[in-house]
């Protein structure tokens, strides 16, 4: 009888460790879930950058609007200061796979073909989602970017711009007017393809 109650008592333990754990997982799942939600990540298909649907307030045709913001060096920094350039205006953060990826063809796209394009590279980091200033500025140093890299401190660039999928890039002409919006990861042939 004893060993029957011992046997009983010990099943209902492990039904009990076991349904908490599965608890535990659910909850897990869904902060997880949770937290890629707010900072989703979408490479595109074969980890290019692909044009994206009519989305956002900001479209193809449309004027970008201006914006001033601070480089990581702490230079005022406005868009219309690159009036009468082709500007790709890039979201990123540190943290972000196809960010990372892209940073090194941005940056041979850069010291290659940009002054020969008329095009100037604007990194945007939504360092409201990153990891801090220090990061950013340890990052630009670790790639050896030259291009501006402009911090997005209070957040309001990246919402004014919908990156919220990141890489996003939009392309301007030099009058500051949307060319194209792209989600995902660029390669240096791809800049210099669609900047022509």
Request: glycine letters at 6%; hydrophobic letters at 35%; charged letters at 30%.
């Amino acid at each position: 009888m004893i060993k029957r109650i011992l046997a009983l008592l010990l099943i209902g333990a492990l039904i009990t460790i076991l349904l908490i754990n599965v608890m535990e997982d659910k909850k897990e799942r869904e902060q997880q879930q949770a937290l890629q939600h707010t900072y989703e990540v979408q490479p595109a298909e074969n980890d290019k950058a692909e044009v994206a649907p009519s989305d956002g307030l900001l479209e193809e045709g449309q004027k970008a609007p201006d914006f001033d913001t601070v480089t990581v060096e702490g230079e005022n920094v406005s868009l219309s200061d690159y009036k009468g350039k082709k500007v790709i205006l890039n979201f990123w953060a540190t943290w972000c796979p196809p960010c990372i990826e892209e940073m090194p063809h941005m940056q041979k796209y850069y010291e290659e073909d940009a002054q020969n394009q008329n095009v100037e590279i604007l990194a945007v980091n939504l360092t409201t989602r990153d990891n801090g200033i220090d990061r950013v500025e340890s990052f630009k140093k670790d790639y050896g970017l030259t291009f501006p890299v402009l911090l997005d401190e209070s957040g309001q660039l990246g919402e004014t711009f919908y990156a919220f999928t990141i890489p996003t890039t939009y392309l301007l002409d030099e009058e500051g007017t949307v060319t194209k919006k792209l989600m995902g990861p660029m390669d240096q042939d791809m800049m210099k393809d669609l900047m022509k």
